[in-house]
């Protein structure tokens, strides 16, 4: 666990390298206002991440995002970042740029359950998913690059539903304009259905 207004900083990420004893395991949970660059991950494997949030919670209420920096990301089926936002609240996302991820069969950047990322210079090599949102992650991505995997960008599923609204009137089809009384107003990255 890297505590909450931490860095972890290494010389040069060619030169340093972190392997996990487990490597079933996520290797960092990273909290609010961390910080980490210049460090290659190696040899996480079956759904284990580089950097997650703490599934016990503990990573609490995210005002200001981890930031991973000038990293890369090389194993098999491992994952680099994988940004649950069961596991934390608040702004529920983390931040990246250049951050390369060589995962072989695996992902490089997971977004689960409205978790939110602004990522920057993600390159994912070899992924089976580059870039995975699912169960209402989304992310903002600029100049990225995926090669050679099966997937670049994968979308799968919609959160749980959130509030709920009205139609003030009954509307024929087609229909240019209607007007919906929400419970509360959509904040960003959010979407609604009329049924």
Do not use: W
Request: net charge negative.
């Amino acid at each position: 666990v890297i505590p909450e207004n931490v860095s972890l900083i290494g010389d040069n990420l060619r030169t340093v390298s972190i392997k996990p004893s487990n490597p079933t395991s996520d290797i960092f949970y990273i909290n609010n206002r961390c910080y980490v660059a210049e460090i290659t991950f190696r040899d996480h494997v079956d759904g284990a991440a580089a950097f997650a949030f703490n599934p016990d919670g503990s990573a609490g209420f995210i005002t200001v995002s981890p930031y991973i920096q000038n990293c890369s990301s090389i194993t098999t089926t491992g994952i680099g970042m994988r940004i649950d936002g069961n596991h934390a609240s608040g702004t529920r996302s983390m931040v990246s740029d250049s951050f390369t991820q060589i995962n072989a069969g695996g992902i490089g950047v997971q977004l689960l359950n409205r978790g939110y990322a602004q990522l920057v210079s993600i390159f994912t090599v070899f992924c089976d998913i580059g870039i995975h949102a699912k169960d209402g992650g989304f992310c903002s991505l600029t100049n990225s690059n995926c090669s050679f995997g099966n997937y670049g960008l994968k979308s799968e599923g919609v959160s749980s539903l959130l509030r709920t609204g009205t139609l003030n009137n009954a509307y024929a089809a087609e229909t240019d304009t209607i007007q919906v009384n929400l419970s509360e107003r959509p904040k960003y990255g959010e979407a609604f259905l009329i049924a």
